[in-house]
């Protein structure tokens, strides 16, 4: 008999299997009991008549805990009611160990709750189906970009130097020295670039940011390409078509999560449709303007901002050349403006807001000097990262699409603190 898991009793049906589960949930009748079960790859039901089985196993059903861990051996039949569409006519059942009290029970639990108990809550089909999605996410990047040739190269959590500001960075010691958590691998990304040609990077990043919004986490996973020899305009078309990608992936992979959740795939799949449309910053502050929105040329923009704007389209948009006092230091200058720079945020639709971050760099040695003097950072400890515009010099582009972010939208959920296994925000780090 062969040991399967649930995802695979789709290959299995009227076999004699054998299956290690956990019980999420139980109903039962005087002649019935209905297990909903789950292995890690998926929920089903696993079915036991009493007429079919041992009087000793169908008591022991009928009162198995929530979360007790169990061998099943039962056929595998096809049952069109559920999500899942299978589940299992049991045989017998062997309890390997008991569960007593779990304390998420199928009754409503406040947030703080179930953040307190993360570990536990992660067995839950929602919280099942959005990992499953983020996990899409994380095979179809590497997919999209070793496909094309890009090299994934990792770069260091422990930095020396501030990578996008000072504001919300976060210090500690190292050794008789001040390191950083990085903010961004972005800048070793583009040694890696004028190393390699066209790579990306896929880590955790950190930002000590006081905001308890539904779309900041202070410890959250960046995917950052960089490539030489790339000018902004082609940096889009790679984004688009990397976002457009992802979603592709999610809808063709991950059918079973997003049942789970809810989530509108025909939404999706208008979502996937390419090209998405520029609107530059002067732009976005005229349609706000003429829509009441209390706003000058400089202000960044906020969720109802970001909102609203996306709301004009049917897919998500990118807000192109913004001011360069709101963005970051290495942006390049616009050649016929000053006063904005070579950049785009991609914004998704829904609500969700800014996915991508994204600019050409300043590949010129002296205007880089001086923004780097503008943004009062020290020029001593970006020796190494000026170095790159000392030695061969090239354009070069790059973004950072925000992972959890990215899965917030995909999986259709609320809060971004369910899109990370174990969410850091302000005032939690337990567990
Ligand atoms: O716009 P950001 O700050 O860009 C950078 O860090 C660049 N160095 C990227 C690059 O060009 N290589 O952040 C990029 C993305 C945002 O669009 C957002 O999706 C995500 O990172 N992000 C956050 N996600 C969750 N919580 C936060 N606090 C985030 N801050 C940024």
Redesign the pocket.
């Known amino acids: 008999m062969e040991t399967i898991r649930i995802i695979n009793a789709k290959d299995h049906v009227g076999e004699k299997v054998k299956l290690g589960a956990w019980v999420a949930n139980k109903r039962s009748s005087g002649k019935i009991a209905f297990l909903q079960v789950r292995d890690g790859s998926a929920f089903f039901q696993a079915v036991v008549v009493k007429s079919k089985v041992s009087e000793e196993t169908f008591d022991l059903a009928k009162n198995l805990n929530q979360e007790t861990s169990i061998w099943i051996t039962g056929e595998i039949s096809q049952d069109d009611r559920s999500k899942f569409g299978y589940e299992i006519q049991v045989e017998d059942i062997e309890v390997i160990s008991d569960s007593h009290d779990y304390p998420i029970t199928p009754k409503d639990h406040g947030t703080d709750f179930l953040m307190d108990h993360r570990h536990l809550w992660l067995r839950s089909s929602k919280q099942h189906a959005i990992m499953l999605i983020r996990n899409e996410v994380i095979r179809a990047t590497h997919e999209f970009y070793q496909d094309q040739g890009f090299i994934k190269l990792d770069s260091p959590i422990l930095v020396g130097n501030a990578?996008?500001n000072t504001t919300d960075l976060f210090q500690t010691e190292y050794f008789d020295q001040k390191a950083y958590l990085a903010?961004?691998g972005?800048l070793y990304?583009e040694a890696a670039a004028l190393a390699f040609g066209k790579v990306y990077t896929l880590g955790p990043?950190f930002?000590a940011?006081k905001s308890k919004t539904r779309?900041?986490?202070?410890e959250?996973w960046?995917i950052?390409p960089?490539m030489a020899f790339v000018e902004h305009e082609e940096s889009l078309k790679i984004q688009e078509e990397y976002v457009s990608h992802l979603i592709n992936s999610v809808l063709d992979n991950c059918d079973y999560a997003l049942e789970v959740l809810g989530r509108d795939k025909g939404k999706l799949r208008q979502f996937a449709q390419l090209p998405y449309p520029r609107i530059s910053y002067d732009q976005a502050i005229e349609i706000l303007q003429e829509n009441d929105f209390d706003i000058e040329w400089g202000a960044d923009f906020g969720s109802p901002e970001e909102t609203f704007l996306a709301s004009q389209y049917d897919r998500p948009i990118f807000i192109t050349n913004y001011p360069k006092a709101i963005k970051?230091f290495y942006m390049k200058k616009h050649p016929d403006r000053s006063d904005v720079v070579i950049c785009a945020?991609m914004i998704a639709p829904e609500g969700y807001g800014?996915?991508?971050?994204?600019?050409q760099r300043e590949d010129n040695l002296d205007k880089l000097l001086e923004e780097i003097e503008n943004f009062g950072l020290g020029t001593e400890e970006y020796e190494w990262y000026l170095d790159l515009r000392r030695y061969g010099s090239v354009p070069h582009s790059?973004?950072?699409?925000?992972l959890?972010?990215?899965v917030t939208w995909l999986a259709g959920i609320e809060h971004?603190r369910e899109a990370s296994p174990f969410p850091r925000l302000l005032n939690r780090i337990y567990p």
Do not use: C, N
Request: net charge negative.
């Open positions: 990578g996008e903010q961004t972005q990304a990043t930002r940011e779309r900041h986490l202070i959250f960046m950052e960089e970051a945020d800014e996915i991508i971050g994204g600019s790059g973004f950072g699409l925000g959890e972010r990215t971004i």
